[in-house]
C-alpha cells in the first residue's frame, strides 16, 4: 500500500456517532493522535489547537483528536477545556495501528507502550499530505494550521 494511502477506519467520536475516514472526504483533516486525556502536554495541545480552531475552519479544514482513552473520558476532557472538535475513541488500537504510532517509550525509567505524538494532514481527496511524528507541543498546531493554508 502507498505510504498517503490510509485505509479507510471508524470508530467511535464524543459526537455520538462514529467518525468514518471517507465521510471526510470534500475538505482538508487534520488528525492528531495524543497519549492521554488530562496530562499537562495534550491538554496544552488540545488548548492550542482549539485557539486555532475558527483559522482551521476557515480554511476549510477539520481537526479532531484521537487516544486509546474511552469515549468517557474524552466527553470530560472536551467539557473542561471547552473543545470545539471531536475526540476520538481508539481503545483497541486499531486507528493507531493503521498510522503506526504505537511506540515503545521510557517513563520514569521503565518501557511502557504509547502513543508517539503524531499528527496527519489529509487533503480534500483523502490523501495524506503531511506527517509530523514524535510532535513537541509547543508551537505544533500553528505548523499544521500554516501548511493546511499552504493547501488551500
Not at 40 to 46: D, I, L, N, S, V
Not at 63 to 91: C, M, Q, W, Y
Not at 114 to 121: A, C, N, P, Q
Request: charge should be positive.
Amino acid at each position: 500500500m502507498p505510504k498517503n494511502i490510509i485505509p479507510d477506519f471508524s470508530t467511535p467520536s464524543t459526537s455520538g456517532l462514529n467518525f468514518t475516514l471517507s465521510a471526510q472526504r470534500g475538505k482538508h483533516l487534520v488528525i492528531y493522535f495524543y497519549p492521554k486525556d488530562n496530562t499537562p502536554g495534550c491538554t496544552t495541545e488540545a488548548q492550542q489547537f482549539r485557539d486555532l480552531y475558527p483559522a482551521f475552519r476557515a480554511a476549510n479544514c477539520e481537526v479532531v483528536g484521537i487516544s486509546r482513552d474511552s469515549l468517557k473520558s474524552h466527553a470530560n476532557f472536551k467539557a473542561k477545556f471547552g473543545l470545539p472538535f471531536e475526540l476520538l475513541a481508539d481503545t483497541d488500537e486499531t486507528v493507531c495501528a493503521l498510522f503506526g504510532v504505537m511506540k515503545l517509550k521510557n517513563m520514569y525509567g521503565k518501557q511502557v507502550r504509547g502513543i508517539e505524538r503524531s499528527t496527519f494532514v489529509f487533503d480534500k481527496a483523502g490523501v495524506l499530505r503531511q506527517e509530523w511524528r514524535g510532535v513537541k507541543v509547543p508551537e505544533h498546531a500553528q505548523q499544521v494550521l500554516d501548511f493546511v493554508q499552504s493547501l488551500n
